[in-house]
């Protein structure tokens, strides 16, 4: 019973990650049509960025998160609008495949300054609370750290789509190009902030990875399959599915150690996504595919 | 004294060839003008490449005397000409009330007079405001639509085929609704399919065919011709 919650804050942990990412993967699809390949490298990026912040100010370790959210922000914005804008006018397929390059580039820009060892934010271990009216489970303080900003993080995202002007603007772009531009809604500002949010929500599952484990330069490359299939168990396009996609995908990667090895994991989310493509395509929440 | 809306002798289509043949168009602005023909004739092609959504080969397009061919979609808002497309003319996850809001997003505040003016035309959007769109009916949708619209407080409203797919009595709803928008002082444009009952309440009206005029008259007119009734209203 103790491993299985234990499996299931792991799992929470994972998932928090992963609707960091799909949120971004999910909006950046809802509005600009295309699967963003580079998504992950840029989870990359961000922890790479929050790295050097930390250790040119010598600050403790989550000082990377606003550090890694800034800065992929601003440079998710710069890429769209050097290379993604340029081409946003042809074929999805054109834009997927860019996105893949731009993928490369970032990855080998990561190790090109940072080298290709494993690095950490904070040397030694931390040590976890051991939780007795839990059965002894143990938490770990940047777990429950990871937990609570995501959650956090969320409710903004909630609140911007919900209460702003450009959210809803954001919700109508994705629900129907043509009448968004038809009633005069600003799809170049409203494309801008769809980077400015999936950069920023990318930088920070950077910095979960990196401080949940070690960081290194395809930490975010690895984890680009299962941020996808969060994101299309939700409903592609849809940012609360991602929620629920991510959560989902994270529980059922860790508790799959329980039968399996766990070195399986991402086979375990390839297959729930495989499997939601064949029975719901348009995942739980119907998405805009 | 300029038209509200004049259309001179439009060139283009969806860049393969030509659809529109030299179509003319023009609106007055306490005028409902009604395009009606046979299918493929042009008429919804006509209405996007005025508003922006097609390109223009040749041929003028002018608002209040002002040259406005090949505008943005966006300029024609910020000059108070609203457009509700035929199909798809709903944000669907959107509630009515942020559908609304949307069609005011050029227009800096103002947002609950501008509600409250659209509510008091379709009382039946107020008490559902907070209802998605997308879960409504075909006359209800039409609704949101031609809120979203108004919401710009338009001088000049293109409706394309307002009454598709409507029952015959939310038909006769949805054009009583838009005598009462030209009560408002503002001019209507609109394709109809509904030919007969659309011209009745017209106040003049073009049957176009292969992407020009064929006849050009007053709504009564148009409708007592035999020609136009035989070819294109169906006897």
């Known amino acids: ?289 | 004294m300029s038209s509200l809306l004049e259309a001179k002798g439009l060139y283009g289509g969806y860049g393969g060839a030509d659809i529109l043949q030299g179509t003319n168009l023009r609106v007055e602005s306490d005028e409902i003008v009604v395009v009606v023909g046979p299918n493929g004739a042009g008429k919804s092609t006509a209405m996007k490449a005025i508003f922006g959504l097609l390109h223009i080969r040749e041929g003028e397009v002018r608002y209040r005397g002002e040259t406005i061919t090949n505008a943005k979609p966006e300029q024609m808002v910020r000059r108070g000409i609203a457009y509700v497309p035929q199909e798809k003319n709903v944000f669907p996850s959107l509630t009515v009330g942020e559908n609304l809001e949307m069609g005011a997003y050029l227009m800096k505040g103002d947002l609950a007079r501008r509600l409250d003016k659209v509510y008091t035309l379709f009382p039946k959007l107020a008490e559902r405001r907070r209802q998605q769109a997308g879960l409504m009916s075909g006359g209800e949708r039409q609704m949101v639509a031609m809120g979203r619209a108004l919401m710009i407080d338009p001088q000049l409203l293109m409706l394309d085929e307002p009454t598709a797919g409507l029952s015959p009595l939310l038909i006769d709803e949805t054009f009583e609704r838009i005598q009462e928008i030209n009560a408002q002082g503002i001019g209507v444009l609109m394709v109809e399919q509904n030919a007969k009952q659309a011209l009745s309440i017209a106040n003049r009206g073009y049957v176009l065919a292969t992407g020009s005029n064929r006849y050009e008259d007053t709504g009564p007119n148009l409708l007592a011709n035999p020609e136009v009734a035989e070819m294109f209203l169906g006897g």
């Open chain 1, 1 to 289: 019973m103790t491993d299985i919650l234990q499996l299931l804050i792991y799992g929470l942990v994972l998932g928090s990650v992963l609707t960091m990412g799909a949120i971004g993967v999910s909006m950046i699809f809802g509005i600009l049509r295309f699967a963003h390949f580079a998504h992950g490298d840029f989870m990359t990026l961000g922890a790479y960025l929050g790295l050097s912040f930390i250790s040119a100010f010598g600050l403790s370790s989550w000082w990377a998160l606003p550090a890694a959210m800034v800065g992929m922000a601003v440079i998710a914005v710069f890429i769209d609008q050097v290379l993604y804008r340029r081409i946003r006018r042809t074929q999805p397929v054109i834009l997927l495949i860019a996105s893949f390059g731009m993928a490369l580039i970032l990855r080998s820009l990561v190790q090109l300054i940072w080298g290709s060892d494993n690095q950490t934010y904070a040397s030694g271990i931390q040590f976890p609370w051991q939780l007795d009216w839990l059965g002894g489970m143990r938490l770990k303080p940047d777990h429950l750290w990871i937990m609570l900003i995501s959650l956090g993080l969320v409710a903004g995202v909630h609140l911007f789509l919900t209460r702003t002007r450009l959210g809803k603007a954001m919700r109508a772009m994705s629900d129907n190009m043509d009448l968004a531009l038809v009633s005069g809604i600003p799809a170049e500002r409203v494309i801008m902030v769809t980077w400015v949010i999936g950069g920023a929500l990318a930088g920070a599952a950077g910095v979960f990875l990196g401080i949940d484990t070690r960081l290194h330069p395809v930490m975010g490359w690895t984890t680009l399959l299962p941020v996808f299939a969060a994101a299309i168990l939700g409903g592609i396009g849809r940012p609360y599915g991602a929620i629920a996609g991510g959560m989902i995908i994270g529980v059922s990667m860790e508790m799959s150690t329980l039968l399996i090895p766990a070195a399986y994991k991402p086979a375990v989310a390839f297959a729930i996504m495989v499997g939601m493509l064949i029975l719901r395509p348009q995942g739980i929440f119907k998405g805009t595919v």
